[in-house]
């Protein structure tokens, strides 16, 4: 027996197109707005915590700097030309190297610094650019010292000798500390070896520091117990024995400095692309 349905009232076609259009077009309008939604947090997510890192980061760079350049200022002020051995570049002493280097980090991680929190272009920029700079001279510089290593280490010794008879001017007391320290504290004794001091101070005669056992005038007319062994091989014999070491710090300097320009072009790239902030 077949049943026949009468025509639907107006009610129910109307519940009937409501349930279509919301099937057809709301609840796909709605779950993809809701995929939008949830990457645009999650990309806001990574762009803050990318932001704050940086900030951090560079905050403990540039303390790190405030101190260098604090430690370079008093060795200038109550130690002089400390450290000063080459009389060709009187300017390279470990207080001015100290400085120079600090300077340069407290300045990179102030535009770091600065640049990600206030998450301004220019600034982070100038940090891309900064970083990029120094990361190009270190591989200059370190290219040209293995391809002129024999002509560096020769004019190195030459240059030494040279310091060597300004150790007893009056204005080259910095000259004359760092050749007492490195001495005692490398068990060594002029460039190449003891000899090197005889056309300084006179024949048999070297400096105090060069004796195994310290003592007043313990370097005139004394072979026996002095250091044999020349600074420049024992220097040169320390950085052989420490080259993993050295190594190892270089490759994390360079990460570091790969990863912050890495990060300081993505933060403004998002930047640029958005045209606006994420605020945390």
Not at 8 to 29: A, C, Y
Not at 154 to 171: H, I, P, V, W
Not at 193 to 221: A, F, H, K
Not at 226 to 233: D, H, M, P, Q
Request: positive net charge; contains cysteine; glycine residues 8%.
């Amino acid at each position: 027996m077949r049943i026949h349905r009468g025509p639907r009232n107006e009610k129910q076609i109307f519940l009937l197109q409501k349930h279509l259009w919301f099937d057809l077009w709301l609840f796909p309008w709605c779950t993809s707005s809701y995929l939008k939604f949830k990457k645009c947090n999650m990309a806001r997510g990574c762009l803050c915590c990318l932001k704050y890192m940086m900030f951090l980061f560079n905050l403990i760079f540039w303390l790190c700097g405030c101190g260098l350049l604090g430690v370079g200022i008093w060795l200038s002020v109550s130690q002089g030309n400390f450290a000063t051995f080459s009389p060709s570049f009187p300017s390279l002493s470990a207080a001015n190297l100290v400085i120079a280097i600090g300077t340069v980090i407290m300045v990179t991680g102030f535009l770091g610094c600065l640049g990600a929190i206030k998450e301004n272009k220019c600034l982070l920029l100038s940090f891309f650019i900064v970083l990029l700079i120094i990361l190009l001279a270190e591989l200059i510089l370190v290219i040209l010292f293995f391809v002129y290593m024999d002509k560096v280490s020769e004019s190195a010794k030459k240059d030494l000798k040279e310091g060597m008879k300004l150790y007893n001017s009056e204005n080259n007391i910095g000259l004359k500390n760092a050749w007492n320290i490195i001495q005692a504290e490398m068990k060594c004794c002029g460039v190449n070896d003891y000899t090197d001091w005889y056309p300084v101070l006179g024949e048999n005669i070297v400096p105090d520091r060069c004796c195994m056992e310290n003592s007043q005038d313990c370097g005139r007319n004394s072979t026996e117990s002095l250091w044999k062994t020349g600074c420049y091989e024992k220097v040169m014999s320390w950085f052989d024995d420490n080259k993993h070491v050295l190594g190892s710090i270089g490759m994390c300097v360079l990460i570091m400095q790969i990863l912050g320009m890495a990060f300081s072009m993505t933060l403004f790239q998002q930047i640029h692309r958005t045209g606006k902030k994420y605020d945390a």
